[in-house]
Structure formats: structure tokens, C-alpha cells
């Protein structure tokens, strides 16, 4: 094979259009082996054959620019096991990232024909959730915040609880963050108090008072949690019945139990306001 292919030979070998291998030089992504000063012909070496069908294939898997360029640095330096863990790492978590992306794809097409079917209908109930002595700790969201506040909240509680056995956790979240973006939020373990010397300051003890909710169990990822949430505020309007300004989740199995989300159980209470009129209830033990 010579030593260098013009850009039509490179392209008829490695399936890459002309415009393409342009497009490649720009970006610097793939440098022609050489270029003439004088007519600015591309000349490509047979070596940059599988560079460019790499680049190809990583393109078409959406890993920005800014990371081929990185991966093909650290590729160039494989002769070291340095170079080569790093190219390996850069596509590795752009992998999980597609896979990531594909897994809530297919939960939001499962999402979509549940709510294209007339007859799919998720299974609510009225109870009533009995009294509590919990461990809590409140926060007020502000606007924007992600869940950091949930993390930190957490740390605090089970630097309270300690080693004492407790039950699965929950959050009373007020309507206002999902309507608004921010509000009040008390997240808790039921744990029996006295609170533990060197309990952070912001851990108190808290009563929960028995209350009447309509709730739902929610299985799997939090990914369609809109569709319980729906299907208990929906019976609650069926019913005429009010609600509070807050609702209530209690994570039976979760992320601090499994790392498979599938196996997931997320109660979802939506508290009704006292006095409202209802159907029969049941107590939940």
C-alpha cells in the first residue's frame, strides 16, 4: 500500500466522506498526515485509518467534541498505561451516560402507553397513616436548589439515629415545591427519642399526628413518580375531598437499600386538610 492516500483513496477505504475528513481537519480532530503548501491536497497515512473510524463511531455515539479531542490525546499517548486507562475512562462514562439516557427513554415510553391506555389505572386507597415519633430535620428549599439539601438532611439523621434500629424514611414535602420550586420540607426517620449527645443542631424531635391520605405505592424509578402523584390528587378531586398543603412520601425500599431502581417502593400519601368529608377509611399498621 503506498505511503500516503489521497483524500479520495482514504475515503473509499475508511467509508468517510470527503466532506466528513473536511469536516474532521477543521475540527482538528483527525490532521491529515500531510497537506501540500502549494495545491492544499490532504494526503492521509494508513495509519490514521482506525483513528478515523474511531472518531466516527465516537461521534455517532454523541461524545461531545471537547472529549473525542481528549480520548484521541490520551489515545496518541497509549505506548503509557496512564494514556491508555484514560482514553478507556472518557468513553466508559460517556457509555453510562447513553445507557443512563436509553433507561429513562424507556420509562418515559412505558409512562406514555400507561396514559394512552383508557383502562390503565394505578391502585389508590383512603387510610389513615397512625401516629409518630420521628427524628426530623426541615429545610426551606430555595428556588433552583437541587437535591443537596435531601443528602445533607440525611447525613444529619443517621448521625442521630446511630446504630438504633429505625424504620424505612420519609419527607413531608409542601405542594409549593412541585408547583413552584421551592418551599418547605421536613425529611424524617422514625427513631424513639431522647436525641444522642453530639446530635448535629439540626435534627429535632418531631410527633407526627395521625393523618387521612389518599396513597398509592409507587414501584420502580422515581421517573414516573407524576403518574401516582396523579392518580391519588386526582381521587382526592373525584371525591370532593381537600387537601393539605403538604404530601407525604415514605421510602420503603430505595437507593439506601438497592442500587437497582426497578425494586423500588415509594409510598406517596396525599394529605387531606382535617374535617374534609370522605369515603370509608382503613388504618395502615
Known sequence: MAERLTIGEFSRITHLSIRALRRYHEQELLVPAEVDPATGYRYYAPAQVRPALTIRRLRELDLPLPDVRRFLE????????????TAQQIVAAHLRRLEDRLGRTQRAVQALRELLDPE??????????????VLAVSVDVPPGADLSWYDAAMRDLD????????????????????TEGHGRATVYLPAEPPLRPGTPATVRELQLPERRAVVATHSGPHDDLDLT???????????????????????????RDTDQPD????????????????PPTRRMR
Open 74 to 85: 490520551a489515545e496518541s499517548a497509549s505506548g503509557n498505561a496512564a494514556g491508555h486507562g
Open 120 to 133: 390503565a389505572e394505578r391502585a389508590v386507597s383512603l387510610e389513615v397513616l397512625p401516629p409518630q415519633r
Open 159 to 178: 448521625a442521630a439515629a446511630g446504630r438504633r434500629p429505625v424504620l424505612p424514611p420519609g419527607g413531608r414535602y409542601e405542594h409549593t415545591l412541585f
Open 229 to 255: 402523584y396523579a392518580a391519588v390528587g386526582s381521587f382526592a378531586a373525584r371525591n370532593g375531598l381537600g387537601s393539605d398543603d403538604f404530601v407525604e412520601e415514605v421510602y420503603l425500599v430505595g437507593p
Open 263 to 278: 425494586h423500588w417502593r415509594t409510598l406517596v400519601a396525599w394529605l387531606l386538610a382535617s374535617g374534609a368529608g370522605s
